[in-house]
């Protein structure tokens, strides 16, 4: 039954008026939304037939979770319409979201952990079935309708996470949704509970509700949905039934382009060690308060002229490993080397005026001051370097150190005009800039010190195909010049085609490592997802020794 | 390009000038309402405090009350410049006027050294009574605001425990005060007419210029108000935040202690109980009235002063004696809003034209697709 239904809702995306009303559970037209210097979507058009499980697929950044947002009433797009049921709606809160039977599973669960599972699902709707006896009763044939197995008196501090998202898709349903957004499910999930996530979808579907599925995990995207649209840079860039693709074809749609086939390029890889990094260990307390190990032996060794790349799925490490290198946090055991001197304790400003060069993955929190006119971004992170400063006060050792403000104006210009910063000038606050220009501000500052590494996370996330192309193509140049690169990224068309050597971080490790001209992004997703490990395809011999 | 350029040129002008006008106009607005609500002529009481507060003698008056004014709001612009709310200048000035004026009293030193001795004890107390805010916040993460309003309170007991008879204070008549400092440790007076203008404005000028170098102009200034716009910026890019906020209360209440100094060594010569209070929180408005820059605050203590020197003029023509408090509320609180509003608007404006920048281009966005691939090629 639930085949039939599927099979005549994944009409082609030109179809979509095509089925009717009836058929239809929500259409969303020409949906565009901006933020303050980026586009989040653009021409948005997706048509989620009733009682199937559609997939919203396409990179980090992609804009995905500012769709769902529109669509769940806590986003309200600058141009567009959303249809429910065939009928045009306006959406200014989840309560009107809620109204019109839309529920959302974020990706962080939204529960009080010292509430029972009964109190959580009534908190908030007590007015639907009171908070006794026929609420107990309703969350009763909830669960037992759709398997979720529920216990409503449990506290939901003792569950574990995939009780808690069942728990987060009862809440839902309890508000009678019709329409279920799982905002990245998986992600938070091993395996077997995956299967057991899943297991509930097709149920939920099998009753005729419909679930919209957010994910870039393409192997669980094609187990499951009936339908799948791709978003790439904002926009809807395809509608494809699973069925008729395959997960290469999946990823080439996200990624925008063929994926780059092996090339043959001029290696500027040198044997001369820059950045060293060993048996590197930190632990962290995590939001629960329980101390966890986020770094667990990290071992590698960038050499002058080397872009080292480092996939992996968000969330296992990569951000501690930049932090633990950059200095913001302290390792709890290991070294970092860098050009033979000694840093693992070191200042982050010691290892800045060192030359570290550092394009972060958040630029608003740790790259920008982004109320300050964009030439005070220029000094930041640099201010003791030429030409930020110009010395003690009269000359005299000891006295403050003073700004250069005017050398500093001028070279602010000068990164403008170099790397073809889009801004009516240097007096504008950062946040007035597009992301993309914004990025290639901070790629300049970070170049103007002639570092002698360059830690690049996600450099061209969030940022428009032009600027992306300059910030790849002054990557290239660093490496040329010697620089060692390390670079973090999702993205992994830019890790395969900026890349000497890939290593794969998984739960705080480096389990894998791949070379970039004979891997493929599959290999590397299976490593990412913990499947694989060790050598993938042909081993690089520069890395070799570290494991 | 410089199409944009004009624009955003008369844009940042006008933004510059909106916000203050607005303020005066609706505080302006504002105050004639109340004034009329309470049955008399706004008209008149505004003349009243342009002629009164115009006189010499009102001049000087009013030059006087804004040194202490000025400084508080100085030290309360440093901690705001961090985005750290030092609520405690009040605390800190009294405990550092009490030690100073301990201290200056029991010494006889020529005034070479006699001065600097009572400022530097001044000045070390305030650190020391506002670095313990900062102490705590760093290592303990309790918020500045709290620790800061508490110990204004412990400061007044503090000071009331040793202001007796046998602990630091001599009586005099109802009144208890430390012993009175000598000649010599006394500020020179600038000899105006009808009265001497405290020759402390030299501190209160000192420091406005202190600030508006050591903020703008130096490393250090820049690294505070790097965190004070971004604590992650400011951390990822090698500023350690934790010894920034101790230095920044350190400063803040440094300065705080010379709130006290104009009282001490221009007009009482020793802290007694009825040293002036409140001064602190006085600081606070102006520091937002002034918007921390370092004139405006200047302007703002000065307007402070004018219309606390006018109330009482208004007081004898029958106007309620409140109606100056109420008018400096409203003219802080016009200020604030009215900053606030100018900046969204401002933001908001940008925002469109930077969006409808972007979509246009967007549009126009298949030859960049072909240079995206071209660079691909290119690896």
Known sequence: ???????????????????????????????????????????????????????????????????????????????????????????????????????????????????????????????????????RKKIKELSDAYQLGVRPDALVEELGVADRQRVEILKALYRGARTLILDEPTAVLVPQEVDALFANLRELKAEGLTVLFISHKLGEVLSVADAITVIRRGTTVASVRPQETSPKQLAELMVGSELPTAETRESTVTDVPMLKVEGLRLSATDSDGVRRTVLDDISFTIHKGEVLGIAGVEGNGQAELVEAVMGMSDPDGGTVTLDGQDLTHAPTRLRRESGIGYIPEDRHRHGLLLEAPLWENRILGHVTEKPNTKGPLLGIPGAPQLLALGDARADAERIVAEYDVRTPGIEVTAASLSGGNQQKFIVGREMSHHPKLLIAAHPTRGVDVGAQAQIWDQIRAARREGLAVLLISADLDELIGLSDTLRVMYRGRLVADADPAHVTPEELGSAMTGAASGHLEHQDETTGGDK | MSRWKEKFGVQSVLQALAAPALALLAAFVLSSVVILATGKDPFHAFFVMIDFGSKSDSQVWIINKAIPYYLSAAAVAIGFRMNLFNIGVDGQYRVAAFFAAVVGGALALPGVLQIPVIIIVAMAVGALWAGIAGVLRTTRGVSEVITTIM????????????????????????????????????????????????????????????????????????????????????????????????????????????VGIPTLLNKSFSYGTDFPTGVGFTGIAIALLGRNHPFGMALAALLWGFLERTGIQLEFEGYAQEIVGVMQGIIVLCVVIAYEIVRRVVLRRQQREVGAELSARAGAGTEQDGTEQKAGATA
């Not at chain 1, 309560?95 to 529920?103: E, F, K, S, T, V």
């Open chain 1, 1 to 135: 039954m639930s085949s039939e239904s599927s099979g005549s809702s994944t009409a082609p995306p030109g179809a979509g008026p095509g089925p009717g009303g009836s058929g239809t559970a929500v259409e969303l037209r020409g949906i565009t939304k901006r933020f303050p210097g980026v586009v989040a979507n653009r021409d948005i058009d997706i048509t989620v037939h009733r009682g199937t499980v559609h997939a919203l697929v396409g990179e980090n950044g992609a804009g995905k979770s500012t769709l769902m947002k529109i669509l769940y009433g806590m986003q309200r797009p600058d141009e567009g319409t959303i249809s429910i049921d065939g009928e045009p709606v306006t959406l200014h809160s989840p309560a009107d979201a809620i109204a019109r039977g839309i529920g959302m599973v974020h990706q962080h669960f939204m529960l009080a952990d010292n509430l029972t599972v009964l109190e959580n699902t009534v908190l908030g709707a007590e007015k639907l079935h009171g908070i006794g006896a026929r609420a």
């Open chain 2, 151 to 258: 110990l204004n309170s412990i400061a007044g007991s503090l000071i009331g425990y040793f202001l007796s008879e046998d602990k630091l204070a001599v009586k005099d008549g109802n009144l208890f005060h430390t012993p009175t400092i000598p000649e010599s440790g006394r500020f020179f007076l600038i000899p105006t007419d009808p009265d001497p203008i405290y020759g402390t404005v030299v501190v209160a000028v000192v420091i406005g210029l202190a600030y508006w170098f050591v903020i703008g102009r130096t490393r250090f200034g820049f690294d505070l108000r790097a965190v004070g716009r971004s604590e992650s910026a400011a951390s990822a890019s090698g500023v350690s935040v934790r010894r920034m906020v101790v230095t920044s209360m350190l400063l803040s209440g440094a300065v705080a202690g010379l």
